[in-house]
């Protein structure tokens, strides 16, 4: 049996606990109920946005990786991915957190790298 928290009660959750500490958050895109995949768009005040997917590792577990980052020179370029992942897995969720050390709320230390 898997222990995964149904996508919806994650995202809902997510969502709750960064707009009780004052920032936004937002669904982009929802997906499949209870097995959907999770990206969070992370970003302060709409800039510096970096993509966050849990990626499996080699014991099991699943942690958050950032994998993509805004560039400054394209900004078109990061909502371009998203749209073809979406269009590569309509199942999939698409978050936007919007707080200071946004990370903290995928438990994630941004100064990590």
């Known amino acids: 049996m898997d222990a995964r928290l149904p996508a ?5 959750a997510l ?8 920032g936004f958050a937002t669904v982009l895109a929802k997906g499949e109920p209870d ?6 768009v992370l970003s302060r005040n709409g800039a510096d946005q970096r993509l966050y997917e849990r990626m499996p590792e080699l014991d099991g577990t699943r942690r958050w ?3 993509k980052r805004q560039d400054v020179e394209n900004p078109f370029e990061f909502q371009e ?3 073809r992942r979406r269009r590569q897995d309509p199942d999939v969720w698409i978050i936007e957190l919007d707080a200071a050390d946004a990370e903290r709320f995928i438990g994630v230390d941004a100064s990590a790298g």
Do not use: K, M, P, Q
């Not at 969502?15 to 004052?22: F, K, L, T, W």
């Not at 097995?35 to 969070?40: N, P, Q, V």
């Open 35 to 40: 097995a959907g995949t999770i990206l969070a």
């Open 81 to 83: 991915y998203l749209d």
């Open 8 to 12: 919806h009660l994650e995202v809902s």
């Open 65 to 67: 990786r950032c994998s």
């Open 15 to 22: 969502i709750r606990r960064v707009n009780a500490e004052g």
